[in-house]
């Protein structure tokens, strides 16, 4: 098993880690208002294995009028959550120019989404700029081993790399066995929003054995895109070997139709309290 003590030593992951514990990153897709930012906090910061809680202040969407985040604002809440809580915070950045706000805000973990895995200037500067600030890293909806380590090679080696598998883009134009061609792979489950690739997790943990920076995780949200699938994927990372999960959550008393990103897979935070610890027994009886 990793030494994660030492890996999370010089980053605010540690003050939360206790040894043995499966690493989880959980919150809301994005920031919705300064209440429930807080509370999302809260609530998180009574669970076991939470090291961070995450938040989307910048979110990049596929269309130009759906909900972009709160920019700034959304920033703001997640430091003033922080600083009554304690739980470190992390949240994307989409924009190089951005960088010296993260910097302000002092951003425990700046994420680098998937759709900027190969954004080269943004990993430059975050790169140039982030110190020892670990990056949260998540790969492309259809980026190759090499090509992740390319990105990673970006970044530079000075501070812990989490590199998130998310899901593979799935295109089948309403027929699997065109996809298949395409694509080469088959759809373990044509319901989820996008193809599980939990079976690259031990392959790229094997290729990314010398990078002793980079630890390999897995998103089992945006893979789903149903909360209900949430714990099933979940599992199926754990027992392939992740070495930590991020994992969208609302409120026990949020309404779902309320959220204004990625709604529908969020689990409720007793969800995860519950879930959590059916994956702690997974993760320990593997990892002994
Ligand atoms: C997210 O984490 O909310 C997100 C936008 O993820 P991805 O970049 O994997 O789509
Ligand atoms: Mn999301």
Partial sequence: ???????????????????GDLPIIAG?????????????????SKLPNVVCVRGGAYKPRTKPDSFQGLGEEGLKYLVEARELTGLPIVTEIIDPGDVDLFG???VDVWQIGSRNMQNFPLLRKVGENRGKTPVLLK????????EVLGSIDYLGDTG????????????????PEIARLREGMYHQNPEYR??????DIEPLKELLKDRN???????PSHVSGSHVYVPKVSREAVEH????????TMLDNDERHGLKCDANQAITTSELEQLISELQKIYSSISR
């Fill in 1 to 19: 098993m990793r030494d994660y003590v030492s890996l999370f030593r010089d980053t605010p992951l540690k003050k939360r880690y206790n040894n």
């Fill in 28 to 44: 809301y897709c994005a920031v919705p208002d300064i209440e429930r930012t807080i509370e999302m906090s809260r609530s998180l």
């Fill in 241 to 248: 070997s992740a070495d930590f999960l991020l994992i969208e």
């Fill in 139 to 146: 790969r492309g909806m259809s980026s190759k081993p090499e």
């Fill in 104 to 106: 302000k805000y002092g």
């Fill in 194 to 199: 996008f193809h599980c690739d939990v079976d």
């Fill in 160 to 175: 812990l790399i989490l590199l998130c598998l998310r899901g593979l883009q799935k295109m089948d134009y309403g027929n």
């Fill in 213 to 219: 920076h980079v630890i390999v995780g897995f998103d």
